[in-house]
């Protein structure tokens, strides 16, 4: 069983940046796909950017230049750095794991963090 634990909420002017975190709880961390999702207010869950267990990641074109996700697998930690954070960017991250196939859609992770609540104020 893999348990992951995110970071508490902030907040943050457009223009500034957020750092979140997921700790990860398991024996097969290394071997797994872990992702951050994003939910809108009123939409739905939607990818951010993966990172498979070879290292390589992937991002939505809507933060690609601004999201960096990364992993320090000696300590079991997942990050998600948010740089350049504009209003679009408010809602609730969630990092994901999946044993399974790498991608970008919820219904394929079935590990999930409780969630992150950002907003980013104009």
């Known amino acids: 069983q893999v348990q992951l634990q995110q970071s508490e909420g902030d907040s943050v002017q457009a223009g500034g940046s957020l750092k979140l975190t997921c700790s990860v709880f398991?024996?097969?961390?290394?071997?797994?796909?872990m992702a951050w999702f994003h939910q809108s207010p009123g939409k739905d869950r939607e990818g951010v950017a993966n990172?498979?267990?070879?290292?390589?990641?992937n991002y939505a074109d809507s933060v690609k230049g601004r999201f960096t996700a990364s992993q320090d697998k000696a300590n079991n930690v997942l990050y998600l750095e948010l740089n350049n954070m504009q209003p679009e960017d408010t809602g609730i991250y969630y990092c994901?794991?999946?044993?399974?196939?790498?991608?970008?859609?919820?219904?394929?992770?079935?590990?999930w963090g409780q969630g992150t609540q950002v907003t980013v104020s104009s």
């Open positions: 398991g024996s097969i961390y290394s071997s797994y796909c």
């Open positions: 990172i498979d267990s070879d290292g390589s990641t």
């Open positions: 994901a794991a999946t044993p399974w196939v790498c991608t970008m859609v919820s219904s394929d992770f079935n590990y």
